[in-house]
């Protein structure tokens, strides 16, 4: 069987082998990481020249066999992560089966600055070599004198018979053995463009004629960190070509809600900016889960530059995008920039200050960026920043050199649960040139996080792996796999280890509670004991649709804002979320007029007692920001119970709590005159008395505007 050698890897222009091979969990002693026995096909390797008639390349009888006329350096290579910072071992066995013009096998390591170090043996003549190429220029490292190859002689056997090589780094020198002696040894500090990264391994052949090359084998005492035990088997699913086209389709952002995918495509002559640039594209999920056909978002989002959402507020309301716009919609400047839905669509970008790749925690109260500043531990850094009174965020403060190593950490993505961080990186172990790694915040201060977790070989490949999205239900995982003739989008159903904590997704509409009819509005939710720190949401223009993720561990309050409105605030307990929920919820807002009565809903009493509990607090500053801001305007609030107990009782009790909410109010400096009370026990049912749902309606406290 002739491997297909067509597909293009984008941006080096190399062809990809497909190779059988097995990847290896790690101790922290020497372990096998990687196995490569070319047996069944699966992607794997790069090549560094197309198959053509002066080379091609085949699997048979369990190994790859390379036939070349050309004479010219071929080599093949992966991009497994191996650290030259720690003892690592590589070993093949290659045999040169026949040769015209008596060239050699060799090792591959590839560094920074496309400089190339080669080790290898020609069993023609018995010698070996040790030297570098960079752009073309050929530098031996080795001593290349007859005296030395003398001494090695009896060790490489000849054409025909197969030789076991081994490239091995130990402490702090980098050792090459050819059937188990050991021919060349220098200190790694010889080989300075690998010194701090090794970018790809491999082999290679200059014969003429017919290589066989089999047991392709890494082995490294770095340790990988798994969640263990690590899950495998996790099934990678291509979605449906309303999504993907033999285009490049990549960079996908989930919404919280798992409905809406944004993503970008390049290649499309019926892009803004041709085949040249990216635009941006959604796709909306139906009542099956079905991706229907994605659609572009045209004008003003996309314009002839390259376009992509780098970020969704929980809404789906708000899109944070790559590069700034000018008023026309055209590009003006690198950087970001921020669109809001409107009645229209979407609004035209304006600029926001922000470096590189981030994303929002669902309140939109933190930022996490992957920048690189003079706190920077490695390359590139995630760093956290704060909203402040005014919308702005604080100056970047650097997360931590548990999260961040010495390497790129990149396209950070915070799942709904606000403490599950997402994110790449080429600084932790990992298997290729950069992994997806998990690691959860332990406290509110933003820089103490859980040793990062790489998330395994069903999820990481020997490439470069990034822009790893979840929705809040955290079932699959969106990711981005160059694994057919183009980029395409994948989801992996996620098992319960990678999921973020649970969360609450509450949807529905703001409306008016008088009218029935539907608003646009703010929607403010905060922990009902901490209303200092809220978060901020809006509600569609047309249809007043909202939708919020609520992270699990707290009691929340949530309303809508409107001017001319008083809010009917709502509260949801997650203290005890054991699950993923979604929930309807519609919102009202009352008009402020008279007349007009008003439940005050978040107001909270212990059972049969009138004092007022700290959960309260929040609405009633609400209402005395009311009468403040309207000083003639004047009120009667009234309490109501259900019907259990005598009648006396219930009036009683009824007119206790609401004298204790207007103590409150009093006491907060409002005049007297502007409220009244009066309790009604249970003479003003609103709902029957027969049920629980029934009973809780009509124990309520409410205000009614007598005059404006």
Not at 474 to 483: I, T
């Amino acid at each position: 069987m002739i491997i297909n050698l067509t597909f293009l890897l984008k941006p080096f222009m190399l062809c990809l082998i497909l190779f059988t091979s097995v990847i290896f969990r790690l101790n922290a002693q020497e372990n096998l990481f990687f196995q490569e026995n070319f047996d069944n096909p699966t992607p794997l390797w790069y090549h560094s020249n197309i198959i053509t008639e002066n080379l091609s390349k085949e699997i048979k009888n369990g190994s790859l066999r390379i036939n070349q006329k050309d004479g010219l350096v071929h080599y093949t290579y992966n991009s497994l992560q191996i650290d030259p910072n720690k003892n690592f071992r590589i070993t093949s066995e290659l045999k040169i089966t026949s040769s015209l013009d008596g060239g050699g096998v060799h090792f591959l390591l590839i560094g920074e600055n496309e400089k190339n170090y080669y080790f290898g043996i020609n069993s023609a003549n018995k010698s070996f070599w040790v030297g570098c190429e960079q752009k073309g220029i050929w530098e031996t490292i080795n001593d290349y004198s007859g005296s030395a190859h003398n001494q090695f002689h009896e060790a490489i056997k000849g054409i025909g018979e197969t030789n076991f090589l081994e490239l091995k780094k130990v402490d702090n020198d980098l050792a090459f053995l050819v059937n188990n002696v050991e021919v060349f040894r220098k200190p790694m500090s010889r080989f300075e463009s690998i010194q701090n990264k090794i970018n790809y391994n491999g082999f290679g052949t200059s014969a003429i004629g017919e290589v066989l090359v089999d047991n392709y084998k890494i082995y490294r005492n770095h340790e990988l960190n798994l969640l263990i035990p690590t899950p495998i088997g996790l099934a990678r699913e291509k979605l449906a070509n309303t999504v993907n086209t033999d285009v490049s389709d990549r960079v996908p952002l989930i919404a919280p809600d798992g409905k809406t995918l944004y993503f970008i495509r390049g290649g499309n002559t019926n892009n803004y900016g041709g085949t040249d640039n990216d635009d941006i594209y959604y796709s909306s999920a139906n009542n099956k889960g079905e991706w229907q056909e994605s659609i572009c978002l045209g004008y003003p989002l996309n314009n002839p530059s390259a376009n992509a959402v780098i970020s969704i507020s929980p809404d789906n309301n708000t899109l944070f995008l790559m590069h700034q716009y000018s008023n026309d919609g055209k590009f003006k400047n690198s950087g970001f920039s921020v669109t809001h839905r409107t009645d229209k669509g979407w609004s035209v970008p304006k600029d926001v200050i922000a470096t590189n790749e981030f994303c929002f925690s669902t309140d939109m109260l933190v930022l996490i960026s992957a920048i690189k500043t003079k706190q920077t531990v490695g390359s590139n850094d995630l760093y956290v920043s704060f909203r402040n009174e005014d919308g702005t965020y604080t100056e970047p403060l650097n997360m931590g050199n548990v999260i961040n190593s010495k390497g790129w950490e990149v396209t950070p993505f915070l799942a709904s649960d606000n403490k599950t961080l997402y994110f790449s990186s080429d600084g932790h172990p990992g298997y290729g040139s950069n992994d997806v790694y998990m690691s959860r915040r332990l406290d509110d201060t933003w820089t103490n996080w859980s040793t990062p977790k790489n998330l395994g070989m069903d999820i990481n490949t020997p490439f470069w792996d990034a822009y790893f999205s979840v929705p809040a239900s955290g079932e699959y995982a969106y990711v981005v796999s160059n694994l057919e003739k183009s980029d395409d989008i994948y989801r992996i159903k996620l098992s319960p280890e990678f999921k973020p904590e649970p969360v609450v997704i509450i949807s529905g509409r703001v409306l008016n509670a008088k009218t029935k009819e539907p608003l646009q509005a703010s929607i403010n939710f905060s922990d009902i004991n901490n209303i200092s720190k809220s978060g901020i949401a809006n509600s569609e223009p047309n249809n007043g649709y909202y939708k919020l993720a609520l992270p699990s561990g707290k009691n929340y309050q949530f309303l809508a804002i409107k001017e001319g409105f008083y809010p009917n605030a709502e509260n949801i307990d997650l203290s005890n979320l054991k699950s993923y929920t979604e929930i309807q919820k519609d919102l009202y807002l009352s008009p402020l007029e008279v007349g007009e009565i008003i439940r005050l809903n978040n107001l909270f009493f212990d059972f049969a007692k009138s004092d007022i509990k700290k959960e309260s607090t929040a609405e009633l500053e609400r209402v005395i920001s009311l009468l403040k801001n309207n000083q003639t305007m004047q009120i009667e609030i009234g309490g109501h119970t259900d019907n259990v107990g005598d009648d006396a009782s219930n009036l009683k009790l009824s007119t206790q709590r609401v004298q204790s909410v207007v103590n409150y109010i009093l006491s907060k400096d409002v005049p007297a005159s502007q409220i009244s009370l009066k309790g009604y026990g249970e003479q003003r049912p609103i709902s029957d008395n027969s049920s629980d749902s029934g009973r809780a309606k009509n124990r309520r406290v409410e205000f009614t505007i007598l005059t404006l």
